[in-house]
């Protein structure tokens, strides 16, 4: 079975601090991990998926296998990135996606 | 950028009636579209997923006969909460993903209270 493990429900830092959102997975085969993001009233959003190898918004999230972990970083944090973040799985042929229970993070002025 | 209506945003019925929601993708076609329940301070589950023209796969727990999945066509989906009991009461999310191209665009959800 497939599994995704965000630690931290709650994360509170400063504006300007860096920032790291853990997210761990558990998976047999190659997955697809990806971090939505849920700002207040406002629908799910793709930040970032790891085959993109992307930044958004100054975030970047690299996959490693070796851990089993998919974290969440942005350098200097900004009052707007407060919002809930979601690390997600995509395995194999299955097609929907398997959800971490989120984290809360806030950006104290 | 790929948008989904998901209607209605928040519904209150009687415990013993039904209630559809539906989801439709308005500027892009979905072949599959799946359907997610989310209990509060909790993540969201996967509860079906659909496929325009075919039955709804769904996944172990979920009961199909309470949960009726219709997607008829390439841009609606529907949920249908058969029987509702409080229990039932949860936000259900759908989500679509593009016949072309990559990526799952999310509903706003929808609010179901069951009294």
């Known amino acids: 079975a497939q599994r995704v493990t965000q630690p931290e429900k709650l994360l509170s830092v400063f504006k300007g601090a860096p920032v790291e959102l853990k997210c761990n997975y558990s998976y047999s085969g190659s997955p697809e991990l990806f971090w939505y993001v849920q700002y207040s009233r406002q629908r799910l959003q793709l930040l970032l998926r790891h085959i993109s190898r992307e930044s958004i918004k100054g975030f970047t999230a690299d996959l490693n296998k070796g851990e089993t972990s998919f974290h969440l970083k942005k350098p200097f944090a900004q009052e707007e990135d407060s919002a809930m973040y979601y690390c997600a799985l995509k395995g194999g042929g299955a097609d929907g996606l398997t959800f971490g229970k989120g984290t809360h993070l806030i950006i104290q002025p | 950028g790929a948008v989904v209506s998901q209607h209605p945003s928040w519904v209150i019925c009687k415990s013993g009636t039904s209630v559809k929601i539906e989801c439709r993708s308005l500027d892009f076609q979905a072949t599959t579209m799946f359907w997610y329940r989310q209990f509060p301070k909790q993540s969201l589950m996967l509860m079906a997923t659909s496929n325009e023209g075919s039955k709804a796969t769904y996944e172990q727990g979920v009961e199909k006969d309470k949960f009726l999945i219709n997607h008829a066509s390439l841009t609606l989906s529907t949920l249908t909460v058969t029987s509702a009991h409080p229990e039932d009461s949860s936000f259900y999310i759908c989500?679509?993903?593009?016949?072309?191209?990559?990526?799952?665009?999310f509903g706003s959800g929808t609010r179901l209270t069951v009294v």
């Open positions: 989500s679509a993903k593009p016949a072309a191209g990559y990526g799952y665009t």
